[in-house]
Each structure stands twice: as C-alpha cells, then as structure tokens.
C-alpha cells in the first residue's frame, strides 16, 4: 500500500466519531497531567490501560498515544511559569521560560512553546509517514557501541548548557553521572551506594531530583522575596503576541529541534528527554551570543519544545515497525497493542493498514486539537502569576509532593525531593547550574550499560568503539568540540593576557 492510499485508508479510520472522542479525551487528558508536576504519562497511561479491554483497538490505542504526546504540550506550562518541570523532558523549559516569565513575558513563551510544539509535532509525523522504514533500518545499524559514543559526545556538548564556566558544566555532568549509578546494577545484580537504604535499591527518582533542583531551589531561593505575582494586568491576545525578531529568531531553532527530535525519538532507548536537552546544547553552541541563554533566549525555549513533541511522534517508529519499544511509556503502548492481538512488527502497516494508519492521521487531528485547545487557556495559565507569592509557594510545595508521592506511592520519594532541593539551592547559590547535572543523570546508567554491553561483546577490545564508522565518527566529533573547546579558551586567555599588558594591570 502506498503512502497516498494509506493515508486515505487513516483518514476514513480516524474520522470515525467514536475515534475523534477517544482522541480528545487522550490529548485532554494528557494536557492536564503534562500541567501538573511529577504525574507523567506512564502512570496515567497504566491506570487507563484496563479501561481499553472495552474500546475498539484503534480508538484505544488512539487515546493512549495522545495522553503521551498531549502531556509534552502541558508539560513546558508549570516549567515555564514556576519553574517546575511538568514532565522529565520540560525541565530545559525552566532554563529560559522561567527567566522569560519573571520578566513579564509568561504570555509569549507559553504561545511560543505552543506554536513549537504544534511545529515539532506535524514534522515528526511527515518524518513518520515518510522516512520509517529508513529510520527503522539506520535504528537496526546501531548497537551499544554507538550507542555509547553518541551519548559520550552528547555529555561533551552538554558543558555547553550551562552559562557560566565550562569546568563547572562538566562538574555538574560527572555528578550527574555519579549519581546516576546509585541503585541495583543491571548487569551484576549488586546493589550500589544505596547506604542500607532498600529504597535507594531502584535507584534515585527522577521526577525527584528534577523537581529538587529546579522546584525545591527555587522554592527556598524565593522565601525572602517580598512579591505580589508578576503580573497585574490582565493578559490580551495581543500581548501573548511575540515581535516579528522573535518569530525570526524562532523558526530556525524550532527546525533544528524538530530535526534532532526526529531522530532521538526513533532509536531505542533515548526519547524525548534526551532529545530537548540535546537540541538546547546545538542552539546554545551555535548561537552567536550565548550568553543570552538562561537569561530569557526565545530559541531556548522553542528549540527543546519542537525536539521534545518530534521525538514522542517518532518514538512510534520502532515501536511499530519492529515491535521494540523505546521507552517505558512505549513498553505501555507495545503491551496495549498486544492486550488487543496486534503483533507490532514490520507487517503491521499491511496486515493492520486501519490501525497502523489511523493512528498516524490521529496524530496530525490530536495535535490539532491541542493546538485549539492550548492557545485560549494560555492567559488563564499565564493568571497563576497573579497569585501572591506566600501562597503560591505553599501549593508548589505540595504539588511537589503530590506529584513525586505518585510515581511510586512511596514516603521516601517525598524526603529525598527535599533534600535534593536543599543540595540544589546551595549549588545555585554557587553558581553550579542543573541542567548539565539533569543531562549527566539521564544519560549516564545507559551510557554505562552499552559500555558494558560492548566490552562484553568485544571481550573486553576498546577498538571496537574506533572500528565500527558510526561509533568512530561520533567520537571524532566530540574530540574536535574538546579540541575547539580548549583553542578558544587559550585564545581567550592570551587576548586577556596581551590587555592586561597593553593596560600595565597586574596579572
């Protein structure tokens, strides 16, 4: 079945009214738990998976999908307007939205993460419907030893999320690599430094440490603060309006995040987190002022937002075409599929043409919807700034709480969320930022298993990571960022030096 009959195919399966209702009631749902912090789409998607043992499969897997890319609309909203990640994969939302809102433009970023999102989101499905077998073929090419050196070079990049200095950068990377190790080894069975604590065996949450260190800070950094809300008048649409430089400044970024969503989206194992924080490295990397970034950049926001909405469109690639899931939340959908008797796998699109292709035109009516759905509600979004400050920061400390109790009904959670808040306001006060401590956390127990993974298959050869091209060709990237790195920071140096010598000033 080609393309153009396919869609025709999706089109008369997705615009059946009983789909249409499942597929709202999915991107609904999704929006409102992206909203609010720490619940996340695979635990609703759990509590609802018994509900589609009474729905006709494509409308249950339908729903399903749009609760997962609903929740990455949602997700940038309480990032952006109290800096508190409402998914994992926002949280490089609170890097420039946040600085956005305390100036007086929550209105424009919350339109822009919209217009992204929607951007990101309808390019993934063209790269969907276009390129998925071509997608699923360069998936199958790459084993842990690219996978390994991919996620090397994407820590070398990530010195480059923080605004400061790159050895502080790096420190928060090899933290968040440290911290990443805590729990049971997946190889040995051992449990590591969990210090007695069994609930330290399944290692440090992530929802926790996300919300501690961008919530919980800020929380205590804002306790001396006398402020009434940030915002007094009431918000128009003109106002929520960005300049004619900020929609030039956007299109771009939003291309190149789609880009990167695209691609991260369709390996195993990677996903929309990866996808948002890489995409906000590339803008901060080639950006002719990065100093601007973290302190309000539009593209820091649009960026991450197009890459994160591409990659959970994408993610259906392998999930669909070759049965592996990419994530945990994919896992979900793969036993869905197969809770109805559909085996995912490349004969899917010709044995299940209704399915496979009325889920893919679903997305384009879901995101649709979204869009309508999400532009009206940005000024009353936008009105929690209103809230004075003294009781705005109780309900984030107990959405917080909520939020982390949820994932897995465990105390626990909600003490370490709070001293990971300490830790991160002290590194905020030293001037130590989290996103490159986030990205070192994410990246750090997969880069270690196919590490493992390849030495085991090699036994024990480092070659291995220089004989295959892909592997090799990734590390001769990152090597020449290093190697960048340092020439400029020399050149840096002796320019300073040769001023302070032209000037007479002490060294």
Known sequence: MDIANGLLTGLEAALQPMTLLYCFIGVFIGTLIGVLPGIGAMATISLLLPITYHIPPTSAIVMLAGVYYGAQYGGSTASILLNLPGTPSSAVACLDGYPMAKQGRAGVALFMTTIASFVGSMLGILVLVLFSPSIAELGLKFGPAEYFSMMLLGLVAASSLASGSPAKGMAMVVLGLLLGTVGTDVNSGVARFDFGVPELMDGINLVALAMGVFGISEVIGGINQKREGEVKESISMRSMLPTRKEWKDSALPMLRGTGIGSFFGALPGTGASIASFFSYAVEKKIAKDPSRFGKGAIEGVTAPEAANNAASQTAF????????????????????????????????????????????????????MLMILNLPLVGMWVAILRIPYNVLYPAILVFIALGVYSVNNNTFDILMVAGIGAVGYLLAVLKFEAAPLMLGFVLGPLMEENLRR??????????????????????????????????????????????????????
Not at 344 to 352: H, N, S, W
Not at 476 to 489: E, N, Q
């Open 317 to 368: 690639v392998p999930t669909l075409s070759l049965g592996i899931p990419g994530d945990a939340v994919m896992a979900l959908m793969l036993g869905a599929l197969i809770i109805h008797g559909i085996q995912p796998g490349p004969l899917l699109m010709t044995q299940q043409p209704d399915l496979f292709w009325g889920l893919i035109v679903s997305f384009g009516i879901g995101n649709i």
């Open 454 to 507: 390849s030495l085991l298959l090699s036994r024990g050869d480092m070659m291995t990571f220089i004989d295959r091209p892909i592997s090799a060709g990734f590390l001769a990237f990152g090597g020449a960022i290093v190697l960048w790195t340092v020439w400029t920071s020399l050149k840096s140096a002796l320019r300073e030096r040769e001023r302070r010598q032209d000037f007479g000033e002490a060294p």
